[in-house]
């Protein structure tokens, strides 16, 4: 995941807790189909704030904590989900922070860009690595 998004490798750790929050609320072959946390509360999760690691996000700087000039939105990355409903880790590059914020708008396109140029170039450089097989000549009798 971080490799995909080109996020620095000290986000290790929120990468894992990611991928153990999305694990536990995503359907399992070997439960029947159900989802971990299906399983051991008896009711389907609720996954309709799910969002792609590593977008960017825009979160709202509220008045109390910004001066009349400042601005009113900070640029982040998102790195995960906590346990309340709609409220998101964010890492805040500018003062190298990771914070949990609730009020945010998403940019997921440009995180989908990014997977998808990076899977195109992966697949182009297997194609070069793989040897074409020689054509045999036409023999002519």
Known sequence: MLHDQSLPLHLWVEACNTTMYLQNRSPQHILGMKTPMEDFLGKRPDVSHFRIFGSLVY???????????????????????????????????????????????????????????????????????????????????
């Not at 697949?123 to 054509?135: A, F, I, N, P, T």
Request: net charge negative; hydrophobic share 30%; charged share 35%.
């Open 59 to 141: 979160c709202h700087v509220t008045k109390d904590a910004r001066k009349k000039l400042d601005p009113t939105v900070e640029l982040g990355i998102l790195l995960g989900h906590t346990d309340t409903p709609h409220n998101y880790h964010v890492f805040l590059p500018t003062s190298q922070r990771t914070v949990v914020r609730r009020d945010l708008k998403f940019d997921e396109q440009r995180a989908m860009r990014v997977s998808l140029e990076r899977e195109l170039k992966l697949h182009g450089d297997e194609e070069l690595l793989v040897s074409k097989e020689e054509e045999p000549p036409d023999d002519v009798d």
